[in-house]
Each structure stands twice: as structure tokens, then as C-alpha cells.
């Protein structure tokens, strides 16, 4: 399926980003300076938080980037709404072992 984006989508896209999304930037900032403090107040915790997992490039960088980059312990989350193939189902385990992640799929029916 390809989606396009008008140019009336992109604008409120435009307008959305500038109006909430960039003035909190800088508070991401603050937080990113204390991973540390929270990794070291919630240490002994199994996971840090739970984080979706859906074998595609943003997913999976985003785990990577919460594992190797933030030192995060997330518990990967996936949902198999019935259209998994056997190939994904493949990668989805192989990325959790690559990675060391502890990963729950929930299968609905």
C-alpha cells in the first residue's frame, strides 16, 4: 500500500511540528542527561519500559538505539493480527536473540 501525502497533510504536519513537537525538544534533551540516574534508580527492574516491535527499519533501530545507545533493559512488545508470515515470525525471533531482548507476542484472533 503507498500513502501520499497532500499538500494540506503536510502542512498540518508542518504546523503540528513547529507548534508541539519542537519547544519540547530541549526537555528531551534534559532527560537524555539523565538516563544514567534513571538506569541507576531502576536497577534490579527486569525492564525500563515496554517497547513495540514490529521487525520494520523504525522499530528496530529504535530498539537498538534504546539497548545499545541509552543502556534501557525494554521489553519488546509485538502483535501478530493474523497476517505474520512464517518469514516474519523468523525475523521478529532472530532480532530478539541478535539484540538479547526479552520479547512477549500476543496473537489475536
Known amino acids: 500500500m503507498t500513502f501520499y501525502l497532500t499538500n494540506r497533510v ?22 537524555n542527561s539523565s538516563n544514567k540516574e534513571y538506569c541507576l534508580e531502576n536497577k534490579g527492574k527486569d525492564f525500563d519500559c515496554i517497547m513495540g516491535m514490529s521487525v520494520g527499519i523504525d522499530s528496530s533501530y529504535l530498539l537498538y538505539l534504546a539497548l545499545k545507545k541509552l ?5 519488546a512488545f509485538h502483535i501478530d493480527a493474523g ?18 531482548l526479552d520479547l512477549f507476542t500476543e496473537v489475536l484472533d
Open 10 to 31: 503536510f502542512a498540518v504536519f508542518v504546523i503540528l511540528f513547529f507548534k508541539d513537537i519542537k519547544p519540547n525538544l530541549a526537555h528531551s534533551r534534559e532527560r
Open 71 to 75: 543502556g534501557l533493559r525494554p521489553l
Open 83 to 100: 497476517w505474520n508470515s512464517q518469514e516474519i515470525v523468523n525475523n521478529i525471533e532472530k532480532m530478539g536473540d541478535q539484540l538479547g
